[in-house]
């Protein structure tokens, strides 16, 4: 996103910290995350927030464009990457995931989102930042 600043993201972080409270309390834990992911698009489109899902990720390796065939589940505002889980806990590995798609991506701020938590707000999410954050205004 051009001119991003932090101020800007944390308010993007704030309305989809909202929308997916939202999908959390109408549904509650339990599902299969595609669920979540279905409901949690609808409701950032409800919402008027531009996003992209399930798009592949793009990957140069030393001038060599790789088939990496990773997806990630959100990325909002060409700036914030948001995954989506249904798990009992958040694994080493979703965290991995999650930054190596910021990486990729050059997106400053990610958030996993455990939909199997009963307070989402409280104990199912957790927020991310990597150094293109540390460059923002």
Not at 16 to 33: C, D, Q, S
Not at 78 to 97: F, G, M, N, R, S
Request: glycine content about 4%.
């Amino acid at each position: 996103m051009e001119n991003l600043t932090r101020d800007i993201l944390k308010d993007i972080t704030y309305q989809v910290n909202g929308a997916a409270i939202e999908v959390h309390k109408i549904l509650g834990p339990g599902l299969l995350e595609s669920v979540y992911h279905k409901c949690l698009c609808h409701e950032l489109s409800l919402r008027h927030i531009k996003f992209k899902s399930q798009m592949y990720v793009h990957l140069v390796y030393k001038g060599l464009d790789i088939d990496t065939e990773l997806r990630y589940d959100i990325y909002v505002e060409d700036c914030l990457v948001v995954e989506i889980k249904a798990h009992k806990e958040i694994l080493p590995v979703h965290e991995a995931q999650i930054l190596t798609y910021m990486n990729i991506l050059q997106a400053p701020k990610g958030i996993i989102f455990n939909f199997y938590s009963y307070n989402l707000y409280k104990d199912g999410q957790k927020t991310f930042v990597n150094h293109y954050f540390e460059k923002l205004d």
